[in-house]
T-cell receptor, first 111, second 112 residues
Framework: GENVEQHPSTLSVQEGDSAVIKCTYS??????FPWYKQELGKRPQLIID?????GEKKDQRIAVTLNKTAKHFSLHITETQPEDSAVYFC??????????FGAGTRLTVKP | NAGVTQTPKFQVLKTGQSMTLQCAQD?????MSWYRQDPGMGLRLIHY???????DQGEVPNGYNVSRSTTEDFPLRLLSAAPSQTSVYFC???????????FGPGTRLLVL
């Protein structure tokens, strides 16, 4: 089955700096790569996703890049703000019932 | 729309007790799933359903049962609770043919 590794486990940045979180996956059949944000005590919420036929996708301050050959994808957050502080999860799947999540990255944005 | 709802929000059980975690969605999504979230391990799939009357096992099904009698409801049953089942449980729904998971607010379960 799929195995997803996520790094780093914790990340601290100054407000206004950029943050990058990286994930690697093992199953070449995976074709859907979502990123979820989870604030303390809340549910995971989808912030951006990418499919294997696309190399990069942007939505305002967040972007995701995918390298299928190397089997890794990354989340980029620019101009970070304190409200970006949360745990971020990556995932990889080839179907809704085969989604494997990374262990999460706790991002802290210092004002 | 309320989206995906879960009850209870928090529960304490003693080892060996049974209980049912409730999940409902009002988005008419055909797919529903149960995940558990443990520290440092992300989310892991317990059971899923692709429609009323159809369920199947996920990555970590042992100790849990599910049923799907209606499109809206997908309860998760713990048959005989064990301390290893202490976790946060999330229910999710998905539009048929897609993969995006819409999560409920979660149930925090403590088994003593």
């Amino acid at each position: 089955g799929e195995n997803v590794e996520q790094h780093p486990s914790t990340l601290s940045v100054q407000e206004g700096d950029s943050a990058v979180i990286k994930c690697t996956y093992s199953d070449s059949a995976s074709n859907y790569f979502p990123w979820y944000k989870q604030e303390l005590g809340k549910r995971p919420q989808l912030i951006i996703d990418i499919r294997s036929n696309v190399g990069e996708k942007k939505d305002q301050r967040i972007a995701v890049t995918l390298n299928k050959t190397a089997k890794h994808f990354s989340l980029h957050i620019t101009e970070t703000q304190p409200e970006d502080s949360a745990v971020y999860f990556c995932a990889a799947s080839d179907s809704f019932n085969d989604m494997r999540f990374g262990a999460g990255t706790r991002l802290t944005v210092k004002p | 729309n309320a989206g995906v709802t879960q009850t209870p929000k928090f529960q304490v059980l003693k080892t060996g007790q049974s209980m049912t975690l409730q999940c409902a969605q009002d988005m008419n999504h055909e797919y529903m799933s149960w995940y558990r979230q443990d520290p440092g391990m992300g989310l892991r799939l317990i059971h899923y359903s692709v429609g009323a009357g159809i369920t199947d096992q996920g990555e970590v099904p042992n100790g849990y049962n599910v049923s799907r009698s209606t499109t809206e409801d997908f309860p998760l049953r713990l048959l005989s609770a064990a301390p290893s089942q202490t976790s946060v449980y999330f229910c999710a729904s998905t539009v048929r043919g897609t993969e995006t998971q819409y999560f409920g607010p979660g149930t925090r379960l403590l088994v003593l």
